[in-house]
């Protein structure tokens, strides 16, 4: 199945690309567009799976979390605030509706404890 392997490649790239643009923009995460990323090369080219796992600043984070599940507290720490500071320039350079604004805090709000809930090493065999 060419077609698949390709559309996994292209779609891998995109979402590459939107994680990148993360850096910059605000409450554009980096991170979990990378992780999308991974998932759809592990299917269409383990080769680039690889080079972002070889990554120095993300790759051993975004590796912890495809293979265990896991989110360093360091990670965590950075992310929340990261959310942070991205609502705060969001609400003070947007200006949305009372009702936009509540809903992108209540998004974020969801994904901070799903994040900070997410274990910080992998779970120990018996």
């Known amino acids: 199945m060419k077609l698949r392997k390709y559309t996994y490649i292209v779609l891998g790239w995109l ?16 991170v ?48 929340v605030v990261s959310m942070s500071i991205s609502y705060i320039l969001f609400q003070f350079f947007a200006k949305p509706a009372f009702m936009t604004g509540a809903g992108v805090a209540i998004v974020l709000s969801v994904i901070a404890i799903w994040l900070v809930t997410r274990p910080e090493q992998p779970k120990q065999d018996p």
């Open 15 to 30: 979402s590459f690309a939107i994680g990148f643009l993360g850096m910059f923009v605000p409450l554009l995460p980096t």
């Open 32 to 79: 979990v567009f990378w992780i999308i990323a991974v998932w759809l090369w592990s299917r269409g080219a383990p080769e680039l799976m690889q080079k972002v796992y070889d990554n120095a600043k993300y790759g051993s984070q975004i590796e912890a979390f495809m293979l265990h599940g896991v989110v360093s507290r360091k990670g965590k720490i950075a992310a």
